[in-house]
């Protein structure tokens, strides 16, 4: 038997097991756990300074390298992080419907787990113990296949949160980590549909497309953002340009940064000059159309392309149109799907906008950044699924859960 | 351009008009369809006499050709099925959930439709003009690819469809059938994952299967049901037997009839008997264990692979159990996670069993013939859902939408 192979069928023979443990049990696992990284930190660091020095050796950027490493500090919020998903509400065995047919049957509609959820993640060690947690307090089994270049991190902390649950009286095997670092194994994970029930990618673009082209396993995609900001004819120019800043520049490397401006052509002349300025002085580029670079000093040329890319980088798109329309149809065409934000302070366009854009989140005159689980007050976020299908935008607890109908007769029979 | 790309992109070139309709621009086309092919059922009989001269040409099992066969009576029906869709609400613009948060942002969770769903389905012509009823209902665009063997009835039927759309006013690209029978446009089709935004195989098994293996584009995996129907030790007989009969025999080539009687020890000598005899006299081929096979005086000898098989025949497997610890797992083990029913008084084994049983609808002394989207209530069904993912059990117009969250600020921005 393969270890990919050995895993999965472990995770889904434990599945009952995790799926029956009470809230309280959860709870108590999971601050357990917190309880003993921060007591095992030296072993977690020390695991974590072997990644550290691979990644050095092997040229990492430094931006790679910070987000790879842990320091006590850290170990610390790991830990909160598995206290505050100690203390949300339990989404197991909520009823989510209750009603009797005519011919007296008593239909039911509960949540319950999936089952066995994968996460595949990059180089992030901090991932490990919050998707554990998450899918976890959700009633899951979970396996973990994170980046390789983590590996070592990895195992230590999957090896913490294993006791803990043994401590606890509970399988280990409700956590799993896959421990090999090839692609083969990667690819053969993502076949284990017969053992695990849904696959989430969090990271790049590039783990997103491969997991959604090789997988099995259902997968809700997450993550890849191209947010939009139209600014449409009747904005608010005082509104728009904080929201703008917040939504490009405060942080770049998310997937709900702003990265294009779309701008009516009617407000180009008394909008464009600040914007320029704000962006400027922030040190951000922007590729513009021909219209717009006549109030935009530093710009750039945008090429066709430019409208369809997740930048990540403090570089902006600008694109010029004539109408509400055009701007919803520019959005629909180019966007990933997943936060765009119109600023208007006319009701009939901000209801258009939020009707025909289709995205997760479409927003009227706030920031694109606010698409987050804690900020939408879900106290936790797996993700953000840019897919139709089970989950669209933050993504919570309740989101990683399915549902069974239970149905009470006595006695009926189908006439 | 192929034919699959050009159809694809069509859909989802119109699926924002579609969006964009009314609910009484929806259900008066849907009635004009209604009457449409009432009226033109002439040219509908006339294609559809082509698809059975050729499936007797083929040597079409006799069952097959009764399935593709159209009638008067059954265009009125599929009529019928069209009127019916058009008196449900509509599902499209329902608020799921409104909160504000404390920074003023006002969120709205808001039912929204796919966009584009594929539906792969076999040679009965009748889904042809019931897929599209739900899809456009749910205000998606709709790309029907049925089984060759009905081929020329599917496109008399499509053209009448589009006709009646164009009629009022709606763009017929709507509804478009994949005219192509080879298996090659099949596989392409379901490489779509940029136009199609899920695809849902309804049919048998192999069709599921190869869906689901072959897609790239999110699949709704509907059907394949090995139900079970354990008899508990605290069983009243006389609510069993009745039970048993309606779910093995009412229908037998439908996905919620029973295919495995699970009893306890306890009652074998009590119950099956009488079980025996309520099969035997229906015609109804035992394959039983060696405990049961003592009060079974008919019966065969069960193989292992039976406890797996969906016969849909009258056959049935039976197993015998010590607890219903025993007959959760075994079901858990052997069931495709359809619909299982408790036959018992006792309440306390029937919480067990509703909490541990891992189906889409579990059951308390009813039978499984009552997993149905009519039967629940919903006026519709596109398909019995067997994953976990987005929609398990009976799916009605509700459980083919999405939802997006519209946020509405006054210049929030993310501190």
Redesign the interface.
Known sequence: MSTVLDICSRAAGVK?DV??LTTDEKNEALTRAAERLIQRQEEILAANQKDIDNGIAGNMPEGLIDRLTLTGDRIEQIAEGLREVAALPDPVGQVMEE?T?PNG?K?RKVR?P??VIGVIYESRPNVTADAFALCFKAGSAVILKGGSDAIHSNVAITQVLRDSLAECGITPDAVQLIAVTDRAATREFMTM?DYV??LIPRGGAGLIRAT??NS?I???ETGTGNCHIYVDKDA?I??AI??I???KT?RIGVCNAAESLVVHSAVMEQFLPAFSEAMHSRGVELRADEASRAFLPYANEAAEEDYGREYLDLIMSVKTVDSAEEAIEHI?RYHTGHSDSIITENRET?KKF???V??????????T??TDGF???FGAEIGIST????A??PMGLTEIT?????????????G
């Open positions: 009952y799926q029956k009603f047919r049957l239909i319950v999936m089952g549909r029930d849904v959604v082209e099995k259902p997968v809700i608010d005082e509104k904080p929201i800043i917040n939504a405060q629909n901000a939020l009707d025909q289709d995205s997760a989140c479409v927003y009227v005159n706030a920031s950044r606010f900020e939408f007050g897919q139709k299908l089970h669209r935008g399915s549902y069974k109908y239970t149905i009470e007769g006595d006695g009926q029979i189908r």
